[in-house]
Structures are given as C-alpha cells and as structure tokens.
C-alpha cells in the first residue's frame, strides 16, 4: 500500500473516531503529498525517497514554529504544532540516535579518507544520501563537524 492511500485510510479512521490532531497531522500529510506529486516536472507517482523528503519538510517546518510559538509564550499554538509533528512522524522511517549516527559517519570518514575539516564537504554529501530520511541534516552535519575537528 502506498503512503497516499495509507494516509486516505488514517484520515477516514481519524475523521469516525473523531480525532482532531491527527486529522489535522494528515491532512497536512495528504496536502504536502498532492503538491509535490503535481509540482512541474514531477512524475506521475512520486518515489518513497519523494515522501520521506515531503514529511522531513513537514516536521522541520513544525518543529521551527513550535520553537518559536514556546519563545512567544504561546502554550496554545505550540501543543497544536506538537500534536501534528507526533502525527507526522509516525510515517517516517525511525531515527538514528546520536550514537547510530557517530558510528556511522566514522565510517564514512575513514571510506571517503577525510582527515580535516577541509574534508567536510565529501564526508556529508556521502552521509546525507546513505543516511537520508534516517536522521536530520543538522544532527549529521554536527557530528562531522566534532569528528572532523
């Protein structure tokens, strides 16, 4: 079953079960989907790599908003961008913690030969398309930057 057609199942459950935010979370889903899948130059179906890409967007975009609607003082809208960033990533594949990651861009780094921090540049290009959708950018890009240093 593809992700499009999960998602329009999840949405009929949430919708009798009556369940705000994850509607919410999906419809999001659902929206984010639509618009990649009739972007100029986009494929008829678009590929799993497409979907991770579309619900990484989401969640960053949710994570951001939250991070400023907590600064404002803003209890009410950070819960809602919560709830729908718990939703979304119930999709995603799970995620590496920081000792997963390390492991792995050590490996990468003695692959690509990196020595310095010069180096960075391959070492993430290789680690972004080996490790995507498995963890967020800025995470790997922090660790290259210790390792390398």
């Known amino acids: 079953m593809s992700l499009t057609d999960e998602i329009n199942q999840d949405i009929k459950q949430a919708m009798l079960a ?14 984010a989907l639509l618009l990649a899948k009739t972007e100029k130059g986009a494929a008829e179906e678009i590929n799993e790599e497409t979907e991770i890409k579309v619900l990484q967007k989401l969640v960053k975009q949710r994570k951001e908003s939250a ?4 600064a404002q003082n803003r209890p009410d809208l950070y819960q809602i961008e919560k709830e729908e960033m718990e939703v ?12 997963e990651i390390e492991a792995f861009i ?18 993430m290009g290789t680690a972004n398309k080996e490790l995507a959708g498995k963890a967020d950018g800025k995470t790997i890009s922090e660790v290259v930057k210790q390792l390398l240093a």
């Open 18 to 31: 009556k369940q705000e935010a994850k509607l919410r979370g999906l419809r999001a889903i659902k929206s």
């Open 67 to 70: 991070d400023i609607y907590q």
């Open 106 to 123: 050590k490996d990468v780094i003695s692959r690509v030969g990196a020595t310095s921090v010069k180096d960075m540049g391959k070492v």
């Open 88 to 99: 979304i990533e119930v999709y995603l594949p799970k995620q590496m913690d920081k000792a």
